[in-house]
């Protein structure tokens, strides 16, 4: 059965102190429902945050991990170092990492092996530039990324792997994919892998929708059929909007 997500992406904000006071916050206004609740601090939160969360049904996750187990990679975090802090799941080919970072669909097959291989769970994130948009080509590159990353998995590699939708260009643009074009898209992404699968992994696959999500459009997003949930940037640094986003399904 999908399952119903909304996950926090904070990227490179919130130092330690302000990680604690966040996720204490969070804790105070947050009530239990059956929409999973995922945040994913900067590495240097994931520690007090996952502690603070432990009695919780809130889960941590990372933002990014390398594929290697450990080595001569400066600067880098393994899959075993985020499960040994109690972090199982972690966000990969986020567009940021894509852009600036120069993460291809190569790399991150070999991340996405890596996470599985150490029993993480991943949100696998993919979307198309406004350019691609414009000259009709969303579909090509969506189906392209899934499929250059994805689809070497075996089928049963396929409960570990939540996927999340995000139009580059509605990123932290505040212009967000109409209720129309999210659930066309997701549609769409489904269908792709009940081609390449079966319709019944595909209709248990939970797909996010991310870019741009508030509290005044989240509901009508998460309303559409194949919308499971949202990956939330902007919005899940101020808790108040946070907690509105979670409470909108
Ligand atoms: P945004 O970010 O909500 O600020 O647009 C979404 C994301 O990058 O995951």
Same mark, same amino acid.
């Given at each position: 059965?999908?399952?119903?997500?909304?996950?926090?992406?904070?990227?490179?904000?919130?130092?330690?102190?302000?990680?604690?006071q966040l996720v204490s916050k969070l804790?105070?206004?947050?009530?239990?429902?059956?929409?999973?609740?995922?945040?994913?601090?900067?590495f240097t939160s994931l520690f007090c945050?996952?502690?603070?969360?432990?009695?919780?049904?809130?889960?941590?996750? #990372? *933002?990014? !991990? %390398?594929?290697?187990?450990?080595?001569?990679?400066?600067?880098?975090? &393994? /899959?075993?170092?985020?499960?040994?802090?109690?972090?199982?799941?972690?966000?990969?080919?986020?567009?940021?990492?894509?852009?600036?970072?120069?993460?291809?669909?190569?790399?991150?097959?070999?991340?996405?092996?890596?996470?599985?291989?150490?029993?993480?769970?991943?949100?696998?994130?993919?979307?198309?530039e406004l350019l691609d948009r414009k000259?009709?080509?969303?579909?090509?590159?969506?189906?392209?990324?899934?499929?250059?990353?994805?689809?070497?998995?075996?089928?049963?590699?396929?409960?570990?792997?939540?996927?999340?939708?995000?139009?580059?260009?509605?990123?932290?643009?505040?212009?967000?994919?109409?209720?129309?074009? #999210? *659930?066309? !898209? %997701?549609?769409?992404?489904?269908?792709?892998?009940?081609?390449?699968? &079966? /319709?019944?992994?595909?209709?248990?696959?939970?797909?996010?929708?991310?870019?741009?999500?508030?509290?005044?459009?989240?509901?009508?997003?998460?309303?559409?059929?194949?919308?499971?949930?949202?990956?939330?940037?902007?919005?899940?640094?101020?808790?108040?909007?946070?907690?509105?986003?979670?409470?909108?399904?």
């Amino acid at each position: 059965m999908r399952k119903q997500i909304v996950a926090g992406n904070w990227k490179m904000n919130n130092d330690y102190v302000a990680s604690e006071q966040l996720v204490s916050k969070l804790l105070e206004q947050y009530t239990e429902s059956e929409t999973e609740v995922i945040i994913a601090p900067p590495f240097t939160s994931l520690f007090c945050s996952s502690n603070l969360l432990k009695s919780s049904r809130i889960n941590v996750a #990372a *933002q990014n !991990m %390398h594929y290697a187990e450990n080595g001569a990679y400066t600067g880098e975090i &393994s /899959s075993g170092m985020l499960k040994s802090i109690g972090v199982d799941t972690v966000i990969l080919g986020h567009s940021e990492r894509r852009a600036y970072f120069n993460e291809t669909d190569a790399l991150l097959a070999k991340k996405v092996d890596a996470a599985l291989k150490n029993n993480m769970r991943i949100i696998f994130c993919f979307g198309e530039e406004l350019l691609d948009r414009k000259s009709g080509n969303e579909e090509v590159i969506v189906e392209g990324q899934i499929k250059n990353a994805l689809f070497h998995l075996p089928a049963s590699a396929w409960t570990n792997i939540v996927l999340a939708y995000e139009p580059v260009w509605a990123i932290g643009t505040g212009e967000t994919a109409s209720p129309e074009q #999210a *659930q066309h !898209m %997701h549609a769409f992404i489904r269908k792709t892998i009940e081609n390449k699968y &079966s /319709s019944d992994l595909s209709a248990d696959v939970s797909i996010l929708y991310g870019g741009s999500v508030k509290p005044a459009n989240a509901k009508e997003i998460f309303s559409k059929e194949d919308v499971d949930g949202g990956l939330i940037g902007g919005a899940a640094l101020d808790v108040t909007q946070f907690t509105a986003i979670i409470n909108a399904f």
